[in-house]
Each structure stands twice: as C-alpha cells, then as structure tokens.
C-alpha cells in the first residue's frame, strides 16, 4: 500500500523558517517525480514545487520562488521542502504528491504550517 | 501561472449526471492532454479521480468520466450518489509546471 507521510508542520513567525519532510512507502520513490501541493485554509489547491525522480529537474510556483527549496534523498524515500522568509499568505496544508503520467496520483494527509505573530 | 477557470458550484439529484467544466488557455488546457481531475471530501487529502483528460485510475468508479475540447475539460460524473458530494478540482499541466482549478462544490440533493 502506498503511504505518504508528512511532517514538521507548525506555528511560525512571519519571516521564520520550517522544514517539511514526507515518508514514502509501498512504491519505488526513486522512480516517480515528487510535489507539494498546498491548500491555505478553507481556499483551493495550490501547486508548489516538483522534483524529478534523480533531482536533475525542479522547477517552483512563482509564489516560492526564492524562498523555498525542494530536495529528496532516495535512500531514506523521503522528500523534503524548506521554507524560508514565511508569509502569512504562506499559511496552508502542505501536502506531499507523487506524479504519474503528470497527475497527482497518490497523496499524503497533509501537515498544517501556520505563519502568525 | 493564473487559476483554471471552474463554477463554484454544482449540483443534482441521487441518480442523475452532472458535468463539471474547467476552462485554461492554449498554455495549458489546451496545449496538453495532461488534465487531471481530484475529489476532495471535507478534512481529506484530495483523491485522483482522471488523469490524462479521460483515463481512470485502479479502483476510480466508471461512472466517473473526462474529456476535453479545446481549452475546456469536463468531468461527468452520472448515476450521482450521495458519497460523490464533495469538492472537484481540475488541473492541468503546463511548462513545467502545474496548475488547478478554483474548486467546484458538488452537492447531492
């Protein structure tokens, strides 16, 4: 069974920084491109960032740019995000996504990051 | 990197089809057969539903159907059934990137 499972949300002042991970299990990670997709509260979904399976492509939602960095160590099948300079607009559920055939096949549970003072 | 265009709201009768649109541009929509669609129930994690415009994924429901013309995709959804209320995004790729709908609240009636 595939499992995605985020973690390191929390409660950050406004140009602080966080780290997110997400623990893949039940498939091949080094084999699929990974994203984070963020959902601020009660709004839509939001593409962040993307990776590719051996890290040799990434590319970020104009938004990030700059501030956040994804990474991925494929002998520990996780993914990570590290943002920086937190906005409050920045405030979401952080989801972790593998790609297939460009869609968002599988999803994990989400980690809530609030940006507040 | 603008939002994909979808109605707020739809909504229908135990049994009935309902038909969701997504509206982009040449950039995306429409200069790729690389449009997704994903369920969303309150407090979940969103579920693919379509991918690649109209291919199911293992375990989606036949009566969960996609396609697109131009710069619009659609998602059916027929023989409606209460546990399909939820929220509906489409996306879509495009250069390199990856964009979604604003959401479309389905209610079961």
Sequence with gaps: EVQLVESGGGLVK???SLRLSCAASG????????NWVRQAPGKGLEWVSSISSSSSYIYYADSVKGRFTISRDNAKNSLYL?????RA????????????????????????VTVSS | ?????????????????????CTGTSSDVGGYN???????????APKLMIYEVSNRPSGVSNR????KSGNTASLTISGLQAEDEADYYCSSYTSSNWVFGGGTKLTVL
């Design chain 1, 82 to 86: 590290q943002m920086n300079s937190l």
């Design chain 2, 34 to 44: 690389y449009v997704s669609w994903y369920q969303q129930h309150p407090g979940k």
């Design chain 1, 14 to 16: 406004p140009g602080g």
């Design chain 2, 64 to 67: 969960f159907s996609g396609s």
């Design chain 2, 1 to 21: 990197q603008s939002a994909l265009t979808q109605p707020a709201s739809v909504s229908g009768s135990p049994g009935q089809s309902i038909t969701i649109s």
């Design chain 1, 27 to 34: 498939f091949t990670f080094s084999s699929y491109s990974m």
């Design chain 1, 89 to 112: 607009e920045d405030t979401a559920v952080y989801y972790c996504a593998s790609l297939l055939e460009a869609a968002m096949a599988f999803w994990g549970q989400g980690t809530l």
